[in-house]
């Protein structure tokens, strides 16, 4: 279950906390993408990693600095930071006080204890899915990298302004008209680029089959454009409930917190997409494909 890889991967930032490692080599630890990892990782622990080995640093800064000799600028490097300067700033962002204040003493400091992930069962929560298998799949997409830090970034607004973009410059309108009406459902495609890349993919799309005007999207493609497969897969399927945005969150969350421990389905490395339906029901703003895989 994707949870006990998390508290593997917890267990590992805490034997390397004095060692330079990020996230990516966090990953590797526990043999998921980068991508998934840090999805993960913050929709379960509500910090990113990186976050959670910063926290931890800081806090064991501020034990090092008030129960031993080490010097601020030995303290520095000890917990990762490259110059004294950049490990200050963050020791007073952190704390509220600078290192000089916290090595005398008498200050108020913030400690940050290892996390320890456990499964809460929670009754009278409905969480309507599917489990469907789909064959494989083409879109004509247009697409874009993003970090893979914005995943869990509840404040980032990159892929709405992209959607925007898209928007405002016809981007979408032209791959709209090359299917009939009723025929136009956008797809909204994510996918980690390689295991160990900082970068996924997402890109915005419409379906690439017998119903789509072949002559007009070969000179899309030539502007630009791009063909978009995913491979025969299981996935979950939720529909979000809202009238933003938001709730595509909320459902990944779901996913993570109740779902994959209490069904055993854990996301796989393949392109999970939203579907925005040209003629949808109301209240829903999207569909969420997730793949997935049964673990034993």
């Not at 290892?114 to 879109?139: H, N």
């Not at 890109?203 to 070969?218: C, F, N, Q, R, S």
């Not at 209490?262 to 579907?275: A, C, H, L, N």
């Amino acid at each position: 279950m994707s949870v006990l890889l998390i508290q593997q991967a917890i267990e590992y930032i805490e034997r390397h906390l004095y060692e330079k490692i990020d996230y990516t080599d966090v990953a590797k630890s526990v043999y998921m993408s980068a991508y998934n990892f840090h999805r993960t990782f913050g929709f379960l622990v509500g910090m990113s990693p990186n976050e959670y080995v910063k926290s931890r640093r800081l806090s064991l800064a501020a034990q090092a600095l008030q129960s031993s000799e080490i010097s601020v600028i030995d303290a520095a490097y000890r917990f990762g930071y490259e110059t004294p300067e950049s490990f200050s700033k963050a020791f007073s962002r952190f704390h509220g006080c600078s290192p000089v204040q916290a090595k005398r003493g008498g200050v108020k400091l913030r400690l940050f204890n290892p996390l320890a992930i456990k499964i809460t069962f929670e009754g009278g929560s409905v969480m309507d899915y599917a489990i469907k298998r789909k064959q494989g799949q083409r879109f004509l997409a247009v697409k874009r990298a993003f970090p893979n830090e914005i995943s869990t970034d509840d404040n980032d607004r990159s892929i709405p302004d992209f959607w925007t973009e898209c928007q405002e410059g016809d981007v979408i309108g032209r791959m709209l008209r090359l299917r009939a009406e009723g025929k136009r459902d956008l797809y909204g495609l994510c996918r980690p680029v390689r295991a160990n890349e900082t970068h996924f993919d997402y890109g915005i799309g419409v379906l690439l089959d017998e119903d789509t005007h072949t002559a007009e999207a070969e000179k899309l493609l030539a502007q630009g454009y791009c063909v978009w497969e995913t491979e025969e897969n299981d996935y979950a399927v939720f529909r979000c409930m809202g009238e933003n945005g938001d709730c595509i969150g909320e459902t990944w969350s779901k996913f993570f917190q109740q779902f994959s421990p209490q069904t055993g389905y854990v996301q796989t490395d393949d392109t999970d997409y939203e579907v925005y339906f040209e003629r949808g029901e109301e209240g829903v703003f999207c569909e969420l494909w997730i793949p997935v895989v049964k673990q034993k």
